[in-house]
């Protein structure tokens, strides 16, 4: 049988602060405890916030490794490596039906990639994927919060682009300017990768100046504009802090992962081939 190929999702906004690793976090955990997919987390983010939130520290084969390639093969990078450093999150981020989260991690050193400047740099974790982004249902990447190498990296390897923004102008801003990018990795790198949605975070009611922004969203993006908006909750700061997912926190986290419930299940019916 051949196998069917993964949906490769990069979340992604040129600003920082917009939540994407709790969105990442949440969906990673929806995807495999309530919907019971197989998921891996690329953390392409040097700040490797995911990675802490995922509960790791310190792991030896990071995404920077995998990048830099073979030295003593003037850096060849082999299709397939990035299998190598994939590691098994804690226990509490599993699933009881065994369907399986792997992560592999990031590292502050993993900034010295977008200096790169070997032969095919932007498809260098492309290649790194064959092969393995087919063993998971879904694979989802953390984008810095730049335009640089690492985030044309991941939409050169991505299936799709899923949009995050706060309903702020810093943010929407960098909604047009990722969009641009896109459109230019489309152009040159990768013509079958599409948007498949634009998420809008850390929403607060009765905000008259965030309404304006959401409705800018709205006419920029029409139906790629997901619903529910995400609220801005303390409860994601916390399971970020304490590196727990959001299960953990009980009915208190029951809106909150019904929320991300539906949107995952927006994602995933919006990428489908």
Not at 163 to 184: K, N, Q
Request: glycine share 6%.
């Amino acid at each position: 049988m051949i196998p069917m190929p993964a949906r490769i999702i990069a979340v992604c906004n040129q600003k920082g602060g917009v939540g994407k690793t709790t969105l990442v976090t949440g969906l990673a955990e929806v995807y495999t405890q309530m919907m019971g997919k197989k998921v891996l987390v690329i953390d392409a983010d040097p700040q490797y916030n995911t990675t802490s939130a995922l509960g790791l520290s310190g792991p030896e084969f990071t995404l920077n490794d995998v990048l830099y390639g073979d030295e003593s093969n003037n850096q060849k990078i082999f299709p397939g490596v990035a299998a190598d450093a994939v590691l098994e999150v804690g226990e509490e981020w599993q699933s009881p039906n065994h369907s399986e989260l792997g992560l592999i991690a990031s590292e502050r050193n993993l900034a010295s990639r977008e200096r790169d400047s070997m032969m095919a740099r932007e498809h260098r974790l492309r290649i790194a994927l064959k092969g393995v982004a087919e063993d998971y249902d879904v694979v989802l990447i953390d984008c810095p919060p730049s335009l640089g190498l690492l985030t044309v990296n991941a939409l050169t390897a991505a299936t799709h682009a899923l949009l995050v923004s706060e309903p702020r102008v810093a943010s929407v801003e960098g909604l047009a300017e990722i969009v641009t990018t896109i459109a230019e990795v489309q152009e040159n790198l990768n013509e079958d990768i599409d948007i498949v949605g634009v998420v809008v975070n850390k929403v607060r009611k009765g905000r008259k100046d965030q309404d304006a922004w959401i409705e800018k969203i709205r006419t920029d993006f029409g139906d790629l504009v997901l619903d529910p908006l995400l609220p801005d909750r303390e409860l994601f700061a916390k399971a970020q802090a304490a590196a727990r997912p959001l299960k953990s926190f009980g009915s208190e986290a029951k809106t909150l992962r019904a929320d991300l419930e539906q949107l995952a299940r927006a994602i995933w019916k919006g990428s489908e081939a």
